[in-house]
């Protein structure tokens, strides 16, 4: 079956494009002796988790329990859960993952730390944690030089074992543009060499330095300070990529398709895919340089210039063929978002269709037994 006898809306992903993405990164990480950990809050599958750690990942980092616990489900080891995890019945969870999985969490305070060594201690369990450094972002993290005093801190938790450091430059999505971003890496890398640095100081060793954002992703592997890379959407790529000089429109892997359902007026079309397909959002963390929700592939002079939920108003800027009943692929502006949108994505190669890939990470469903 080709794509275009697919019904829509309907998201794709192309397997030559996501396996050559997955490919060059771990390629890339291997060249420079850096531990490959790929954040799967991207395309939340263990199918494309599969594909990561076939091609040379050697762990996992989780934006969220679901994730961590249906990676654990399915074999997946070395499982890194970004965030501190806080409250009795998501402590429990963290404790009881503990004890099925080689376990590291990422803290940046003492409250979420007690309450987790408690759960662990009574559980009999222990695991290891990074402090979160802020480079940045304003998000997680204790600022660099703060960074011994809380390791200090939390060294009499007994079920935690301290493993090093973590950031993420999310700033990175703001920036105007291929210096901007490059401005970010060394914010990055400067952050976690202070941070590093001060520990060292005081007497600690720092086995994991960590790091994931795809727009810095080759400076901070190439910087000599970075053990750990922990990118997530560089396996589809998607327009705010495009719009940092990060990606190209040959890079990104996923697509919604979408029918023509209108033509109201001269310049407008009307397609069947809206904001619960493509996303509102510009990008993880914003970003001006976006114009429109998503780029319409091969049809430059077309603009999705706004969303419904179920549609997508399309502005016609240039001369168009595309009429009534013609189907559009498009790049959505944050792919992250688009896939958790889907219970699976289409996967194809040169359009012609090869496979389901279920989505199959999601979580915030979950039902108490009533
Ligand atoms: C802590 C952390 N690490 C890594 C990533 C991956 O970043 P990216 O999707 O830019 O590669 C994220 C993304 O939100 C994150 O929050």
Redesign the pocket.
Known sequence: MNIADLVTPNFLVDLDILETNIGKMAAACKARGVALAP?T??HKSTVIAGLQRKHGAGGF?T?TLDEAEGLVNQGFDNITL?YPVAGRENVARVAALAGRTDLTICLDGAAAARELDAALSAAGRKIRYLIIVDCGLGRFGVAPEAAPALAAELASCSALSFRGIST?P?QAYAASGPEDVARVAQEEIQALAAAKKALAARGFSVPVVAT????TAEPAMASGVVTVL?????VFFDNIQMALGVATEADCSLTVLATVISRPRPDTLIIDAGSKCLGLDKG?HGNALLAGFGLVKGHPELLVAALSEEVGKVRIVGPTTVTVGDKLEIIPNHA?SVANMTSSLIGHRRGLVERSIPVDLRGGTRQPPV
């Open positions: 954040m809050k991207t980092l934006g970004a993420h999310g994931g954002s795809t727009p922990r990118p997530g959407n560089y993880a992250c």
